[in-house]
């Protein structure tokens, strides 16, 4: 089963991610964790996507399927994905398409989470990532606690673009590039609208229905 998580930036794609893998043994695939972390090898690739990143605009998709490739391409996560922040555009769609279909495998379906500009914008400017384990927080809706939290606080920090102005303009490319998927995987039967304003805990188990749905 592969899936793919959509939404606007700060709709909890991730958080949600992170609930899909540890409930269906999945392998989260986050381009954006991905960019991250080259940005953080400072290479002169990682330079070239910091300056982009930081604009709120799209990294090129040249870059952006030659990570795919491999992942898709690679028998330990074989049907065993779920896809936070891809595809962002029309051609990463196609793209994707392609390279499932040439791998033998297929996305099972995709869940949309539904947040307005203004829930956005209040939940990414709370958003806290922590950098040694990956998990996603929030100061307001999901802080970190010992019960689900075992990194010392010191590893929690702000993403460097999620502040008020670079959140903006995500979003604006979110509805320019990426919203029209939506019809992309309706046409397909593949698309599952859901309201992303609902609790975290409510989320995942309208999710865990759909997919248990799948699975029947
Ligand atoms: P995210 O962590 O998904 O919010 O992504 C952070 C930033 O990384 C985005 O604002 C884009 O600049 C870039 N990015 C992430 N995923 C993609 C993608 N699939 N295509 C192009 N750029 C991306």
């Known amino acids: 089963m592969n899936i793919i998580l959509f939404g606007p930036p700060g709709a909890g794609k991730g ?3 992170d609930n899909i893998v540890k ?3 999945l392998h989260k695939v986050s381009t954006g964790d991905l960019l991250r972390d080259e940005i953080k090898r400072s290479t002169n690739l990682g330079l070239e996507i910091k300056s982009t990143v930081d604009k709120g605009t799209l990294v090129s998709d040249e870059i952006i399927n030659d990570l795919m490739i491999k992942i898709l391409s690679d028998r330990k996560f074989y049907n065993r994905l779920i896809f936070d922040g891809y595809p962002r555009n029309l051609n990463q ?5 392609f390279l499932v ?3 033998n495998q297929k996305i099972s379906c995709v869940l949309s989470l539904n947040v307005d500009k203004e829930s956005v914008i209040k939940r990414v400017l709370g958003r806290l990532l922590c950098t040694k384990c990956g998990l996603i927080f929030n100061k307001n809706f999901k802080p970190s606690i010992k019960e689900s939290h075992s990194c010392d606080p010191k590893f929690l920090v702000k993403r460097s673009d999620d502040n008020e102005k670079i959140i903006i303009d995500r979003f604006e490319t979110y509805l320019k590039k990426t919203l029209p ?3 992309f995987y309706k046409e397909q039967n593949l698309l599952h609208q859901i309201d992303g304003k609902a609790g975290i805990d409510h989320i ?3 999710i865990q229905r759909i997919i248990a749905g799948l699975e029947a």
């Open 23 to 25: 409930r269906f043994n």
């Open 101 to 103: 279909k040439k791998n």
């Open 204 to 206: 995942f188990e309208e």
């Open 15 to 17: 958080t949600q991610a």
């Open 93 to 97: 769609a196609k793209n994707l398409d």
């Open 181 to 183: 998927l939506l019809e």
